[in-house]
């Protein structure tokens, strides 16, 4: 029995990789080259570059959230929600 599906070419792939190469690239080699020679030590050269590691890091916890079957109207409204909570924080506080 043949499977009838036609498949996506292999370079669309590569073409929707590219982005993640693009971060990687930066965070790895480009950005700690740019804060050495700004003149910042090893180590505040490694505090600064863990820090947009982190959510490649808490990946393990975000993968079943993403794994379970919610449809496409709870997925907007949790985007929704939790970028409501952020622009939030955001606001400048009312002086009294």
Known sequence: MRD???WPAPW??????LPLGMYVGFIWAALPLLLSQAGL?????ARINAIPQIPSILLFLWTPVVDVNL???TWLV???????????????????
């Not at 949790?78 to 009294?96: M, S, V």
């Open 78 to 96: 949790l985007g929704l929600w939790q970028r409501n909570i952020h622009a939030d924080d955001q606001e400048p506080q009312a002086q009294r």
């Open 41 to 45: 030590t090893i180590g505040q050269i």
């Open 4 to 6: 009838s599906r036609q």
């Open 12 to 17: 669309l792939f590569g073409l929707l990789i």
């Open 71 to 73: 449809r496409r109207r």
